[in-house]
């Protein structure tokens, strides 16, 4: 789900859904979609997740005892947001 703030008077946050735009992680011959309620059938989904972070970094704790086992599996993001430079604001930039 992605959501676009519109400060406009017409109204408030315009939501679009992407269904076939997601994140999955594969380890150890298994794979799971870093989401918790896929919308599209057969996917497997990832026990919970934590959110942690504020502007601009953003941090997910995966949690999936299936998945990682043992291991700690985070994903980092960070969004550039710049005043009146649409270019610059729309590059995010992910890390595993």
């Not at 309620?37 to 995966?62: C, F, N, Q, W």
């Not at 990682?68 to 930039?93: C, H, I, W």
């Amino acid at each position: 789900e992605w959501t676009i703030a519109n400060a406009s008077p017409g109204g408030a946050a315009k939501i679009q859904e992407y269904p076939e735009a997601f994140f999955a992680a594969r380890l150890r011959g298994q794979t799971r979609v870093l989401q918790t309620h896929p919308k599209l059938a057969g996917l497997e989904a990832v026990a919970s997740m934590t959110y942690s972070g504020s502007y601009p970094v953003s941090r997910l704790d995966i949690n999936d005892p299936g998945l990682v086992g043992s291991s700690l599996m985070q994903l980092y993001g960070f969004s550039a947001y710049k005043v009146n430079d649409m270019e610059t604001s729309a590059r995010p930039a992910i890390s595993f």
